[in-house]
């Protein structure tokens, strides 16, 4: 049985800014993703890959979740990356722009060569043909454990606009849940750039946990309380959770296959979810004592 994680805010930190990644040991959010890409620039990234590797080791990150994004397969840094960083065990890593399962096996030979066959995979999903291959991709490797959807890269290719409500991406986002439930991987949603605006935030938040995400990235420290709070277990459904558990029970000591709560059927599969939903609360309960 999978280790439930709580993944309700992934907050990216630029592997370069050592202050940022100082303050992070402080933040309430479920893990840290040190950035090697994006949020550095060229002439950054020795310097960015000696700073997390030294956050790495040097820890303070209680039972957050630690993410190393590497830089592109199309780079000449990524096997640099995962030569420096593998052996100071992050949780795991994340490969950005994957479009083929050939690129994620590559990925996964280097990690076995350095000895990290069991350091976990991420998979940035931020092209058409990404999403087009999705299957292919999540099929790949068993180290693949989580799906992160790149957002502001697919609209760019699309020829898109950012909207409220995100109808230029829904498509794209439904595929890659499809897969990741099909797949048993964690689903993340991509990141909401404007980072003063929390209504904004709020509202695509409540919409990526409505499609079914299990958490979101995050560019900003201020965005991590909003994050938490749409994709956590609130006390009212940990409660109605727990009640539906108990009902389903007596009814099955009682010999009946279904139960009714509160005027409604409740079945295995409303069970399921429950007992999905005390997990995860509990989880992340123990997860904030590290806070």
């Not at 409220?164 to 829904?170: A, E, K, N, Q, Y």
């Not at 995860?280 to 004592?289: G, K, R, S, V």
Request: charge should be negative.
């Amino acid at each position: 049985m999978s280790v439930i994680r709580p993944r309700r805010s992934m907050l990216f930190m630029p592997g370069s800014n050592a202050r940022a990644l100082e303050k992070a040991k402080m933040l309430s959010c479920d893990g840290v993703i040190f950035d090697l890409e994006d949020a550095v620039s060229p002439d950054e990234k020795i310097q960015a890959r000696t700073q997390v590797q030294s956050a790495l080791q040097t820890g303070g990150y209680g039972s957050r979740e630690q993410v190393v994004r590497i830089n592109g397969l199309d780079t000449p840094w990524w096997q640099d990356d995962l030569e420096m960083l593998v052996p100071a065990a992050p949780d795991a890593v994340l490969v950005p722009k994957i479009e083929s399962a050939q690129q994620l096996k590559t990925v996964e030979q280097k990690l076995v060569e350095l000895g990290a066959e069991n350091t976990a995979l991420w998979a940035m999903l931020e092209t058409p043909r990404a999403f087009l291959r999705a299957e292919e991709i999540a099929s790949a490797s068993d180290l693949l454990a989580c799906l992160v959807i790149g957002t502001n890269d697919l609209v760019k290719d699309l020829h898109g606009e950012h909207t409220r409500g995100r109808l230029p991406v829904v498509t794209a986002l439904g595929i890659a849940l499809l897969v990741a439930r099909s797949y048993g991987l964690t689903a993340l949603d991509g990141v909401y750039n404007d980072f003063k605006d929390t209504d904004g935030l709020e509202a695509e938040c409540l919409q990526g946990r409505q499609f079914g995400f299990d958490g979101k990235t995050l560019i900003h420290p201020s965005q991590i309380g909003v994050a938490n709070t749409a994709f956590g277990i609130s006390d009212e459904t940990l409660m109605q959770a727990r009640r539906l558990i108990k009902a389903f029970e007596e009814a099955a000591i009682k010999g009946k296959a279904v139960a009714v709560l509160d005027g409604k059927m409740v079945e295995h599969l409303h069970v399921l979810e429950a007992k999905r939903q005390v997990a995860m609360a509990e989880a992340t309960a123990q997860l904030e004592t590290s806070f």
